[in-house]
C-alpha cells in the first residue's frame, strides 16, 4: 500500500514563505513524478506543480510560477514545494500526488493523472 504524508502546512502572513515536504512510502512503490495541488473551499483542485525525476523536469501553474520551486530526492520518493511570496489567494488545502509511471505532459498538470495522494496539509496566508 502506497502512503503519502505531507508535512509543512501552517499561518503565515502575506508576503512570507513556506516550505512543504511529502514522503511516499510502500513495500516496493518507485514513484516517477510528484506533484502538488491544491484545493480552497468553493473551488476545484487545483494543479500547483510537479516534478519528473527522470531528467528533473519541472512544472508550474500559471498562478504560482516566479514564486513557488518544487524539488525533491528521487531515492528517498521525496518531494518538497517551496512557497515565496504568499498571497492570501494561496490559502488552500495542500495535497501531494504520485505516480508510478509517465502518462505523458498532460498528465503532470492533471488531478485525474496521478494514482495516489495524501491527505492534504492546510496552508492559510493573513494579511
Known amino acids: 500500500q502506497v502512503q503519502l504524508v505531507e508535512t509543512g502546512g501552517g499561518l503565515v502572513q502575506a508576503g512570507g514563505s513556506l516550505r512543504l515536504s511529502c514522503a511516499a512510502s510502500?513495500?516496493?512503490?518507485?514513484?516517477?513524478?510528484m506533484g502538488w495541488f491544491r484545493q480552497a473551499p468553493g473551488k476545484e483542485r487545483e494543479f500547483v506543480a510537479a516534478?519528473?525525476?527522470?531528467?528533473?523536469?519541472?512544472y508550474y501553474g500559471d498562478a504560482v510560477k516566479g514564486r513557488f520551486t518544487i524539488s525533491g530526492d528521487n531515492a528517498k520518493n521525496t518531494v518538497y514545494l517551496q512557497m515565496n511570496s504568499l498571497k492570501l489567494e494561496d490559502t488552500a488545502v495542500y495535497y501531494c500526488?504520485?505516480?508510478?509511471?509517465?502518462?505523458?505532459?498532460?498528465?503532470?498538470?492533471?488531478?485525474?493523472?496521478?494514482?495516489?495522494w495524501g491527505q492534504g496539509t492546510q496552508v492559510t496566508v493573513s494579511s
Open positions: 516534478i519528473r525525476w527522470s531528467g528533473g523536469s519541472t
Open positions: 510502500g513495500r516496493t512503490f518507485r514513484s516517477y513524478r
Open positions: 500526488a504520485a505516480d508510478s509511471k509517465w502518462g505523458g505532459a498532460q498528465a503532470m498538470g492533471a488531478v485525474q493523472g496521478y494514482n495516489y
